[in-house]
């Protein structure tokens, strides 16, 4: 992503926190894995999403109108040490040359120097409760500035929640944030297909994660959206199954929900397909039946429906599907009244995508479902899991887990799929997995 992409969106991000007011946000912090050893290095998606700075150890203030400059990024100084053992790191040159601060100190001195910024403020834009350390200090502070008041300093009267504009923000996805979810959504369709095709009996679980990650990395995706559901036969119908460490059965089905981040874009992505390549008369009806309720779903995706209709929808088919199949028994409307569906559908459609796989952003508008816009991206995935110990079904449908998810794109006239690279019908997948 282009440096003047963060640019415009701090500008559009001061506008509306308005001058004699100030922002802070802070960057995400290494955490260990064990001993000397770090997670790999994740930024925080808000913080990313203003500074394009994908370092720990930094705090962004947004001070509109400051006649010094408006954006300032404490970080930690160049290390030469530290660059020999850990590499590269922008420095407080870096931060305003490359990462176009207009000032930049030393994190250490984030005590010392951040009071100053707070004085005589209104209101203070933060994400308050999402870093607990940050919280207590930004609460010293502001005591600190109070402490002073006698000496004509006013120190700032309300705290207001950052996420309620950063969000709405990211929401909306700009050409240039498409085209690193479209990137994100092509490699991980492929990396489905891949699974698809070296899938069969014999092999586990993991042996199919380690495809689609093989597949991620050596397109230059290094990491994972969300750890890969790889769940064969009835470890579908645990829906986040992450174990990954069953053997593969001729018969059964194959759920993988995977998909890789994209400079920080994710794509999320679930497919079901046969272990053996050809689908059973009872996984047949039920296959078809999510896809028929994805189908519908996918027809509620246009601007100016609701949000929950295309959720409506779904359950609308998925019930009707279950009483013709045998699997609930009573009226249509009652049924889905009485939320019996909830026995085997018990997630909703879907959740908005972007930065974060569950992104940011109200579903719910002054207690009124969101109204689809164009740029909003969401995922749609009905599915059906029939536990394995449910007396109430024949037995034939017991323990199987199906899911069908897609990326979707709100256009100004409906939708686009993101996600169409890998084939759903149940045509196309046994044609894929038997061509080899
Ligand atoms: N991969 C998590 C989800 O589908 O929501
Ligand atoms: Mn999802
Ligand atoms: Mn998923």
Redesign the pocket.
């Known amino acids: 992503m282009k440096q003047s992409e963060f640019k415009k969106r701090r500008k559009q991000f001061m506008q509306r926190i308005g001058k004699g007011n100030i922002a802070l946000i802070s960057s995400a912090s290494t955490q260990i894995r064990n001993r000397d050893v770090d997670f790999p290095f994740r930024q925080d998606s808000d913080f990313y999403y203003l500074t394009g700075f994908n370092e720990p150890d930094a705090v962004a203030v947004f001070a509109p109108g400051r006649e010094q400059g408006e954006y300032v990024l404490f970080c930690r100084e160049f290390d030469e040490k530290k660059a020999l053992w850990e590499g590269a790191h922008a420095g407080l040159e870096g931060a305003t040359v490359h990462y176009e601060a207009d000032d930049a100190f030393p994190i250490d001195d984030l005590d010392d120097i951040l009071p100053g910024f707070l004085e005589n403020k209104t209101k203070i834009f933060y994400p308050l409760g999402r870093n607990l350390d940050f919280d207590q200090r930004l609460l010293a502070w502001i005591n600190h500035i109070r402490s002073q008041s006698r000496s004509g300093v006013v120190a700032p009267s309300e705290l207001v929640s950052l996420d309620s504009i950063v969000h709405e923000m990211r929401l909306f996805k700009s050409a240039n944030e498409l085209k690193l979810l479209r990137r994100a959504a092509t490699v991980s369709a492929n990396a489905h297909i891949r699974a698809m095709q070296v899938c069969k009996s014999g092999l586990y679980e993991y042996q199919i994660e380690a495809e689609l990650i093989h597949s991620f990395m050596s397109n230059g995706l290094r990491s994972v959206a ?1 750890p890969s ?1 790889v769940a064969g036969g009835s470890n579908a119908c645990t829906l ?1 199954y992450t174990e990954n460490k069953a053997k593969l059965k001729s018969g059964d089905l194959l759920l993988i ?1 995977a ?1 890789a981040e994209c400079d920080h874009y994710a794509a ?1 992505i ?1 497919r079901t397909f046969p272990v053996s390549g050809r689908f059973s008369e009872p996984q047949k009806q039920l296959y078809q039946l999510v896809l028929d309720a994805q189908s519908a779903a996918l027809e509620q995706i246009k601007p100016g429906l609701p949000w929950n209709q295309a959720h409506d929808a779904s359950v609308e088919v998925l019930t009707k599907g279950l009483i013709d199949l045998g699997l609930l028994k009573g009226k249509l409307k009652k049924l889905i009244k009485d939320e019996k569906y909830k026995l085997f559908y018990m997630h909703r459609i ?2 908005w995508l972007g930065m974060d ?2 992104d940011v952003g109200a579903y719910k508008v002054n207690d009124a479902w969101r109204l689809l816009e164009p740029g909003m991206v969401l ?1 749609v ?1 009905p599915g059906l899991y029939i536990p394995v110990d449910c007396k109430t079904v024949d037995e034939k449908w017991r323990g199987i887990g199906i899911r069908i ?1 897609d990326d979707v794109l709100v256009t100004a006239d409906g939708y686009e799929v993101l996600t169409d690279g890998v084939p759903k019908s149940i045509v196309e997948i046994e044609a894929l997995m038997q061509a080899l």
Do not use: C, N
């Open positions: 969300y559901i986040h929900d998909g999320d679930t879907g959740h796989v569950h995922t995935e998810e």
